[in-house]
Antibody, heavy 121, light 111 residues
Framework: EVQLVESGGGLVQPGRSLRLSCAAS????????MHWVRQAPGKGLEWVSGISWNSGSIGYADSVKGRFTISRDNAKNSLYLQMNSLRAEDTALYYC??????????????WGQGTLVTVSS | QSVLTQPPSASGTPGQRVTISCSGS????????VNWYQQLPGTAPKLLIYSNNQRPSGVPDRFSGSKSGTSASLAISGLQSEDEADYYC????????????FGGGTKLTVL
């Protein structure tokens, strides 16, 4: 059974940093691209970033480019999101998500339960 | 403002057939496949349809998807109360360096 468990969320002041983690199990992690998708309270889904199976292809939404960095450790079956210079508009539930193939353009088929990030002074 | 356009709401009575539209452009729906997600209240999204019209195992055949040009549709037949949820379309966009785009979501109410 595919399991994606996010951690690292919390309350943080504007301008500060936070690092999210996603522990994956139930599938061969390094066979698939991975994504971070967020959902602000009461709003829709917004793609944040994606990374291919070997980290060779990485993409970011314009809203986070230059501030967020996605990475993965295939030996640890883990996905990460380093978030710097956080803003109030980054407040959201952040989902870790698995793609169906190695490349980031492949559809997402599994989602974690999310970790909540609140940016507020 | 989402790149893919969906109606904010839809409704139907039990047993009815409802459709939800998703409109995009040549750089996303026009050149890539469309996927649909169902998000029940308080839960994570779930893949409902992939590659325009394919159902993952476990998804009832009441759910179907189609695509034509730069638009796509999700149809739900034999509507049930448990279908009340938010529905999102998604597609890869080939603009710039490429990115994943979602529709704004459609809240389906079963009357």
């Amino acid at each position: 059974e595919v399991q994606l468990v996010e951690s690292g969320g919390g309350l943080v002041q504007p301008g500060r940093s936070l690092r999210l983690s996603c522990a994956a199990s139930g599938f061969t992690f390094d066979d698939y691209a991975m994504h971070w998708v967020r959902q602000a309270p009461g709003k829709g889904l917004e793609w944040v970033s994606g990374i291919s199976w070997n980290s060779g292809s990485i993409g970011y939404a314009d809203s986070v480019k230059g501030r967020f960095t996605i990475s993965r450790d295939n030996a640890k079956n883990s996905l990460y999101l380093q978030m710097n210079s956080l803003r109030a508009e980054d407040t959201a539930l952040y989902y870790c998500a698995k793609a169906t193939r190695t490349q980031i353009a492949a559809p997402i088929d599994y989602w974690g339960q999310g970790t909540l990030v609140t940016v507020s002074s | 403002q989402s790149v893919l356009t969906q109606p904010p709401s839809a409704s139907g009575t039990p047993g009815q057939r409802v459709t939800i539209s998703c409109s995009g452009s040549s750089s996303n729906i026009g050149s890539n496949t469309v996927n649909w997600y169902q998000q029940l209240p308080g839960t994570a999204p779930k893949l409902l349809i992939y590659s325009n019209n394919q159902r993952p195992s476990g998804v009832p055949d009441r759910f179907s998807g189609s695509k034509s040009g730069t638009s796509a549709s999700l149809a739900i037949s034999g509507l049930q109360s448990e279908d009340e949820a938010d529905y999102y379309c998604a597609a890869w966009d080939d603009s710039l360096n490429g990115f994943l785009v979602f529709g704004g979501g459609t809240k389906l109410t079963v009357l």
